[in-house]
Each structure stands twice: as structure tokens, then as C-alpha cells.
């Protein structure tokens, strides 16, 4: 018989803010809207016996490079659910874009899943263009590069089943190697869409967001979210300011900052 799925605790962790994303949240524009807010997440899936974060965010030095406010570091944030950087054994990135792979110094022992077609991505030409490099940092792209000579990267071709309460699927889109990551909590299946889907709007009205790779696979992304996912209330967008109103704070002291996306959501 099949072993139940295990169940992970799972938290959205908001590290840092952007006022106004200059090209909006829809590509082509949108005639309501003059940019919109950003707020930036890593995820964190606590289990019984084993746990995950996913991305890992960017460092002062990068925030300051790309005027944007880190609002509680990463590595508070994480602290804050009971997790030491430095003890953290597995994290997932998405995908490469510096405000999803930095810190790269935060999680020495950490082993990192990562696409094959995202390492591809970022290293090769494509990179030689700047309106699909702008988005990377090549000191984290380095950082991966150093782990894979260390043995600490392990790379998944399309759909993975890493424990049995959780897996990542790739979507590309945004960029060509993002993954989606569907983790089994006490309401169900949950799919952390990350910039497969930046805002709730992008995916409910299928409407790619600038910031892209392959606009027929990113709309394909959206679905294959939702596919995977208990219901539409169980995808959690990448940088929506919404998530932190929709589900609630782990506690009074967190409001605006950490919620559990493993409770209902308004
Ligand atoms: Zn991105
Ligand atoms: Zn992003």
C-alpha cells in the first residue's frame, strides 16, 4: 500500500518591497495601471522529518544595486519560524533571477535543486542578450556554478518527486528552466507557482507578465499551476502584496511579514 503523502508546515516569507514595478503587471500594458507593487517571498515547507526552502532571496549589497527595500532579511525571516540558515539541508530554487538565488554565502551546507534547463539558461546565449540577462546576477550564477564542482546541487529534468509530500515541475515561461513546487499540507495540495505567476491577476486572467522568456509557455504555466494544485485558492503567486491579506500571520509579531499558507486563505 502507498504510504501517506508526508505534511508539511508551509510559510510565505516577505524579505523586501518594490513601490512600483516600472512595466506593469500585464503584458501590452494595462490602461488602468502605472506600475505596480512587488513584495518579495522565500517560502519555507516544514515537515516531520525533513524540510525545504525554496528560493533564497537577495542580500543588502543587491538591494542596494537595485534600489529596492529589504524589509526583514532573509535570514530573520527564517529565524523566525525556528530555521538556522546555516543548519538548512535542502532548498529548491525556481529558478536564477537574483531576487530568487542570492545569499548565496547564508546556507553553507545546503544541497540546491535547481532545473538543467535553468543552469542552461543562465549560462548560455541567451545571456548575451540584456533584456534576459538584467534579471541575473553572474556572482550568483558563479555561486552555482562552485556548488555543482562541490557536489551540492542536485538537477531535476521536468517533474521530480523529492519526498513523498512534495515535487517540483518544471514550467519554464518566466525563464526558460522555472519550476513549480507542490507541497501536501493539512488542507491539501498547494502549488507554489513563484513567477510563474507574479501577481493572483496574471494566471486568473491568463495574461503573461512582462518579464518573460516564452509567452506560449508561460501561459501553459498558469494551467499546469492550477492542475496541480487542490483548487485555484491553493496556488500562491511569486510576488502578489495580496498574499500577505489572504492567509494569516504565523503570529501578532509577524503580521505584514510571515503567513502560513497551509491555513484556508480569506
Ligand atoms: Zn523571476
Ligand atoms: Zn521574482
Not at 158 to 186: A, C, D, M, P, Y
Not at 235 to 256: I, N, Q, W
Request: aromatic share 10%; net charge negative.
Amino acid at each position: 500500500m502507498d504510504r501517506l503523502p508526508e505534511t508539511y508546515r508551509l510559510y510565505a516569507i516577505k524579505y523586501a518591497h518594490l513601490d512600483r514595478f516600472p512595466p506593469g503587471k500585464f503584458l501590452g500594458g494595462d490602461p488602468h495601471e502605472t506600475g505596480a507593487a512587488l513584495d518579495y517571498f522565500v517560502w519555507a515547507a516544514v515537515g516531520e522529518s525533513n524540510s525545504f526552502i525554496v528560493d533564497t532571496g537577495f542580500d543588502a549589497e543587491k538591494a542596494r544595486k537595485r534600489a529596492r527595500n529589504i524589509t526583514h532579511p532573509v535570514a530573520e525571516g527564517l529565524s523566525a519560524i525556528g530555521i538556522r540558515p546555516d543548519a538548512v539541508e535542502n532548498i529548491i530554487l525556481t529558478h536564477m533571477h537574483y531576487d530568487h538565488a542570492g545569499n548565496s554565502a547564508l546556507f553553507p551546507r545546503a544541497r540546491y535543486h535547481v532545473q538543467d534547463r535553468e543552469m542552461a539558461y543562465c549560462t548560455g546565449r541567451c545571456m548575451c542578450h540584456e533584456n534576459l540577462r538584467h534579471p541575473f546576477e553572474p556572482d550568483d550564477v558563479s555561486s552555482m556554478v562552485q556548488r555543482i564542482f562541490d557536489a551540492r546541487v542536485q538537477f531535476h529534468d521536468g517533474e521530480s518527486q523529492i519526498t513523498t509530500g512534495l515535487s517540483v515541475h518544471h514550467v519554464g515561461g518566466h525563464t526558460n528552466g522555472l519550476q513549480v513546487v507542490r507541497v501536501h499540507t493539512k488542507r491539501g495540495w498547494v502549488v507554489l507557482a513563484s513567477d510563474a505567476s507574479h501577481y493572483y491577476a496574471n494566471m486568473e486572467g491568463r495574461r503573461p507578465f512582462p518579464a518573460v522568456y516564452n509567452v506560449g509557455d508561460m501561459l501553459e504555466g498558469h494551467a499546469t499551476c492550477y492542475k496541480l494544485a487542490d483548487s485555484p485558492h491553493h496556488v500562491v503567486p511569486g510576488h502578489d502584496p495580496d498574499v500577505l491579506k489572504r492567509y494569516p500571520a504565523l503570529s501578532k509579531e509577524t503580521e505584514g511579514w510571515i503567513v502560513c499558507l497551509d491555513a484556508e486563505p480569506r
